[in-house]
């Protein structure tokens, strides 16, 4: 299930790109950040075989905007888009998650979730983006070794804070990713 303990890493919000941080063309790992949104995703390989996609979204702003699996791209290196069927929430009972095809991100929130569907081609996505409202957040690819090393970042955000910016400048968080209008006829 979705766990907050794989979450991401942060580097200086805003600052140069640290040289420790390798960037990779594809990888287990995407994250997205700016001062509204956290996504984080994680291709997790599963002990019996298989590939469970893991995804993380934090938003600081008020809006609420509908998600659907079908707004969730994850492409491989030949361009091949993996089928997102549906959402799966721990609900805390063991065994008995939450399975749905439609979800709202809150405003000043957090969700984790499993995706559901057929990934067994993608262990290693080259592009993930996550179509929400009318945006597209293109995630950037990261080596997993860093966004494991550096994923404590998160639990130190002040989510209540008044100026979120000055949290991500004193915890040393930058962007990551692209945010562009969504493409026409993508709903």
Known sequence: MAALSSWLFLMPFGSAQNDSVEMVKASRCHVYVDLEYIWTFEMVEEPRGGNTPILNIITFGEEEEPLRPEQINIYDSKGRRAKVEKFSIDTGVDGDPYVTSFLTVLGSSFIGMDLEGE?????????????????????????????????????????????????????????????????????
């Open 119 to 187: 990934f067994s081609n993608f262990p290693q996505p080259e592009r993930v983006s996550i179509e929400l409202g009318e945006s597209e957040f293109q995630m950037q690819a990261v080596d997993c070794l860093d966004f494991e090393g550096l994923a404590e970042k998160i639990d130190q955000i002040n989510f209540n804070s008044p100026n979120i910016q000055e949290d991500f400048e004193v915890l040393e968080i930058r962007r990551f990713g692209t945010k562009a209008p969504r493409r026409k006829g993508r709903r």
